[in-house]
RNA sequence: CGGAGUGUAGCGCAGCUUGGUAGCGCGCCACGUUCGGGACGUGGAGGUCCGGGGUUCAAAUCCCCGCACUCCGACCA
């Protein structure tokens, strides 16, 4: 038996911290050999991170085929006549790689696979009793990300998982979304993943109702929002803005215009008149599907695009820029107010209706309007919710408790599309009676290797990595203490042996290092469970087991090590 | 895309202000002494100083133009 020996094994561990690397989980990555960068965002996974990444994908795919998910692979290389079709091609902007092949046609490197699918799937089925279906994937996603960062985090190369369902009804699609969501539970618990699913906001990709699987970690990109009390979660861009009472309740008198020279934005206006900004109107000017919208918040708050899209049935939605805004508002940006506007329509969040002695822009350079009120001095065509929540918002759920703030990795999330791809490509079934019908869409990812930078970020400690088991590339290293002796290495030979024949995956460290080396790499890399094989307890005929996770160490009799071993992996696997 | 910063040996960095032909620590190779938590000594290998142009007798160092990478921001008026 050869197997795997540390002497030979391709494992570039790093003593130092690599200056690229911000994060701890991004620093492990690299320190123990699992990673390296190739470009910005693009890295190379090196044979030790990429049996993590396999048994993540084994996990997936033994939960996803035991509710009968089929896995399949679809293309990485795109036609862009397909994403025309679904309205895409233009849609998703520069986040797209987009190539162009010797004919001059257009392909992208797929950033997810709906549109092939869609179209596969249209192509193929034709009767509902071909239907319900969910196929999945394991695939590279390309994703020309504005910012990448945090290694592998957010990568603009990964791995992800996705699946797709084609139900026959809303009531099938409730099902197998129910099924997958479940599933998806099993697959992170399996992972040693701690995850939140929260209500989230369906974005680009449309559709109606979806979740986000959160993994809670400081260094997450995504904030979320939950109610202690009755357990509602969701991501901030989603979840419901409770509005809080205008702060004032008596009329500041009449309106009036201050001279505020260069005074632009609602800092310095804080500043410059005294006036908090939980008392100011902010009017931000947008272009829906081409026509101007001002939108209304308060000072303090946050406009949520997607709110404001929805509010007005918008398909495109962009910032209007600065010359638009001096067109419709006769003044440069900074000062810009609901009095007086004309043209545009206007839309209000809930918390600015019924404003008194409010702040805003005059509409003309270096002024601003103060004594503002509701209803006298300006109002709003709709008003909505418009805001992003925030901690300390009233519960949208209970309207009890005061909702508390976490930020989150962002690993999976399922989504019900319903018929939006079905009908721009045309996949339809014929129902029992012969009519034609929309197949009923679901889809689901699984960020791959962000899952494996997840785990990292919760499972470490000062000396590096601690797998869960489940995923540890190898689950044991045996380790003699001394290399050059005979007795040691024969006898860590047998035990690594022993463990490969009782289906423990193992590395043997016969490297001529001091013990210190070999003992810093194996806390580093994080293998769950380290055998000892030294001059002291091998006198006895004994070895040391010592634990990663608590320290702990056993000495059982070479005879035993095995079970010993099993037992303390099978413990720690469970769920 | 805007702002800031960095690019010198495999990794982490100094040298640049004040121009004179490149250095430290770790790692690597050889030998010896060591050997239970990243040993020590001796000897050694390894560099288009990101690239291109310019100034100069002379450029890692000064100037110009690119490129790459990192961080912050990109609705927050």
Known sequence: MYGMRMSEAF?????????????VSHQLALRAGLLRRSSAGVYTHLP?????????????????DAIGAQELMLPIVQPAELWRASGRWDAYGAEMFRLKDRHDREYCLGPTHEEIITALVGAEVDSYRQLPLSLYQIQNKYRDEIRPRFGVIRGREFIMKDAYSFDRDPEGLNETYERFFRAYQRIFARCGLTVHAVEADSGAIGGSHTHEFMVLAEVGEDRIVHCPQCGYAANVEKAVAVPTPWPVTASGGQAEAVATPGVRTIDELEAFLGVPANRMIKTLFYLADGEPVAALVRGDRELNEVKLATALGATRLEMAPPERIEELTGAPVGFSGPVGLSGVRIVADHEVVGALDAVAGANAADAHLIHLDWGRDFAADVACDLRTAVPGDTCPSCREAALEGASGI????????????????????????GKEQPIWMGCYGIGVTRTMAAIIEQHHDDDGIIWPVTVAPYQAIVVPIKATDA????????????????????VLDDRDERPGVKFKDADLIGFPVRITVGPKALAEGRVEVRWRDNRREERPLLSEVVGVVQAGLRERARF
Do not use: H, N
């Open 410 to 433: 962002e690993v999976g999330q399922v989504f019900q599309l319903g018929t939006k791809y079905s009908e721009a490509l045309g996949a339809r079934f014929k129902d029992a009676e």
């Open 487 to 506: 007795d040691q290495m024969e006898a860590a030979k047998k035990v690594y042996e022993q463990l490969w024949t009782a289906g423990i995956d193992a």
């Open 11 to 23: 494992v570039p561990t790093l003593r130092e911290v690599p200056a690229e690397a911000e994060i």
């Open 48 to 64: 030790l991170g990429y049996r993590t990444l396999k048994k993540i994908m084994q996990i997936i795919r033994e939960e996803l």
